[in-house]
């Protein structure tokens, strides 16, 4: 596709975001802001709104309580009056539709396309029309390709944010995600002192309760340590089972 010319500057591109979200006829603030938050949460932050409902739509109140947090997507962001103009400098347009188009580009689910566009070096633009009507045809003719979220075949709609969050997801998976942050605070495992203490509270509040018989303890005590054993743990896990023992032994004399 060749874009036209444009008076509106592109974006600062990153090569680690060669993407933009394009929103045409957008009516309602809470899913732009919405939009910007799933933007961000999966590392994109070019955002272009085509004509929206509203002039003031970036600043308004709602906005900027649904973006919780991105509202620096959303200072980024340009409005624009026509499609055109959002996919200036654009090499690749996926347009999203709920059904197929009799006539247009061709319809994919959006990770088979992802896993086969990522690849090319393109400069994507995801396209999403209004909360109402979805994309124009002449909207969705000006796409390379159109992207239809597998849904339950009895109910397939979705709220617009929700559907920018799914394709923000898949199309960060498909050039190469982010790795699980792992766990940065190693546990505190108690030590053999700290569990045979805990085991010595508990049976002074088991006998205190009168479950324990100290004259014939069989083999409760040394299945309690077994048990303890197998759980492995923390000194803050034993602190936790000793302020149990501790509740019990002051409440069982009420209780008798």
Not at 43 to 48: E, H, I, K, R, T
Request: with cysteine.
């Amino acid at each position: 596709m060749t874009p036209d010319a444009s008076p509106y500057p592109p974006p600062q591109y990153k090569p680690q975001d060669p993407t933009r979200f394009v929103l045409v006829g957008a009516s309602h603030p809470g899913n732009v802001g919405a939009t910007a938050r799933a933007m961000k949460v999966m590392g994109f932050a070019d955002l272009v709104l085509v004509a929206p409902r509203w002039a003031d739509v970036l600043s308004r109140e709602e906005t900027l309580a649904f973006a919780s947090g991105a509202t620096d997507v959303l200072e980024r962001a340009r409005i624009v009056p026509t499609l055109r103009q959002a996919l200036d400098g654009i090499t690749w347009a996926c347009a999203t539709v709920m059904t197929p188009r009799d006539f247009g580009p061709p319809t994919h689910a959006p990770r088979e396309h992802f896993a086969a566009l990522a690849p090319q070096g393109h400069r994507v633009a995801l396209v999403f029309g209004s909360e109402r009507f979805g994309m124009a045809n002449e909207d969705v003719y000006r796409c390379h390709a159109c992207l239809s979220i597998p849904t339950h075949p009895d109910y397939g709609s979705l709220n617009l944010a929700q559907a920018v969050q799914l394709l923000a997801y898949e199309w960060r998976q498909a050039l190469g995600g982010f790795a699980v942050a792992p766990r940065t605070v190693e546990p505190q495992w108690a030590d053999g002192a700290a569990v045979q203490g805990l085991l010595a509270h508990w049976q002074q509040a088991l006998v205190q309760i009168g479950f324990l018989d100290p004259a014939a303890p069989k083999k409760l005590m040394p299945r309690l340590n077994q048990l303890a054993n197998r759980a492995q743990l923390t000194a803050e896990e034993v602190h936790i089972l000793r302020g149990i023992a501790r509740a019990v032994q002051k409440q069982w004399p009420a209780a008798e």
